[in-house]
């Protein structure tokens, strides 16, 4: 079964204004992971977040874990139409490094 | 960006040709993936690689093969293709140093 899953599935915004996405997941991890993909292309690793970590911040970036609600939450401040993007979380199990993906948010940022 | 690339971009076969998708890195990276992900979904891993002549099937059935000769290479093989292998399919390698998996740019295939 699918471990992440994002909410919402698609997000439309105004340029500078501050976007949200929330990743939920079922079973324990060692880390969660926040991906980009620009329209048919692959993935750009945006920030990873250890399980024994509440926030971490990168740039505009900031993502929280909650392993108690077992959730994680993406926020991008000043948004910029170059940021429209899919965004993926993947979750990072035992020592496999194998990761699972959920189905993402589509986030549009209007100029 | 990631020095992993994929050949080619875009592929259109008719059914029943056999295809290959090429994979390779530079980065040295031990292990290696391959991802199937359709239009607006989710990244399916159908395979996996942790060094040279070990590979794995992923968490997605597939009726792809694949082959780890060299670290740095990772060849995805369909024998017949058919439309339900229409898809676009993703290539990663894991960096030890940073915990993350680097992807390339993909290929899309089109199964007539």
């Known amino acids: 079964s699918q471990q992440g899953e994002e909410d919402p599935q698609a997000l439309s915004i105004q340029e500078g204004e501050n976007a949200t996405m929330n990743c939920s997941y079922k079973t324990s991890i060692n880390n969660l992971q926040w991906y980009r993909q620009n329209s048919g292309r692959g993935l750009v690793h945006l920030i990873l977040i250890r399980s024994n970590e509440r926030e971490k911040h990168s740039g505009r970036l900031r993502v929280t874990l909650d392993t108690s609600k077992k959730s994680s939450s993406l926020l991008i401040t000043a948004s910029r139409a170059a940021d429209t993007a899919s965004y993926f979380c993947a979750t990072g199990r035992g020592s496999n490094y194998k990761l699972t993906f959920g189905k993402g948010t589509l986030l549009t940022v209007n100029p | 960006e990631a020095d992993i690339y994929q050949t080619p971009r875009y592929l259109v076969i008719g059914t029943g040709k056999k295809i290959t998708l090429e994979c390779s890195q530079t980065m040295g990276h031990d292990k290696m993936y391959w991802y199937q992900q359709d239009p607006g979904m989710e990244l399916h891993l159908i395979h996996y690689?942790?060094?040279?002549?070990?590979?794995e099937k992923g968490d997605l059935s597939s009726e792809s093969t694949v082959s780890r000769i060299r670290t740095e290479h990772f060849p995805l093989t369909l024998e017949s293709a058919r439309p339900s292998h229409t898809s676009q399919y993703l290539c990663a390698s894991y960096g030890q140093g940073t915990d993350t998996q680097y992807f390339g740019p993909g290929t899309r295939l089109t199964v007539l």
């Open positions: 690689s942790y060094g040279v002549n070990s590979t």
